[in-house]
């Protein structure tokens, strides 16, 4: 089994992180420590098959944008990523709301733990 740790970061004033890689590991993962000080939103996801490619939303089957939501703005805390994001190649967070982009007021620096 691998296991990989990447920092991705959101700058101040934007909804999309830099780009990270899950390929080709498969099995569970997580955001380790969404700061404390995270601007409310959800968590959804941005995907490509190529790191400067275009990135489009993530959807389930039934359409509805793939996310993550409840994340507590006052407390630092870790999320499993959804199953739906296995076997992507290029993810990028996305701080949203209802499928509209929801700026950070600061940069934020995420760590994504996958393991295959």
Not at 37 to 48: D, E, L, N, P, R
Not at 77 to 92: E, F, H, I, Q, R
């Amino acid at each position: 089994m691998s296991e990989e740790l990447q920092d991705v970061t959101i700058g101040a004033g934007a909804a999309l992180s830099s780009a990270f890689s899950l390929w080709p590991l498969i099995g569970d993962a997580g955001l380790v420590g969404v700061p404390s000080v995270w601007t409310a939103a959800a968590i959804g996801f941005k995907v490509s098959t190529e790191q400067a490619g275009t990135f489009v939303p993530l959807r389930s089957e039934t359409g509805a944008i793939v996310e993550i939501t409840g994340v507590q703005a006052a407390a630092a805390a870790w999320y499993k990523l959804p199953d739906a994001l296995k076997g992507a190649m290029w993810v990028k967070l996305w701080s949203q709301t209802a499928g509209v982009d929801t700026n950070q007021a600061a940069a934020r620096s995420l760590q994504v733990m996958a393991k295959g």
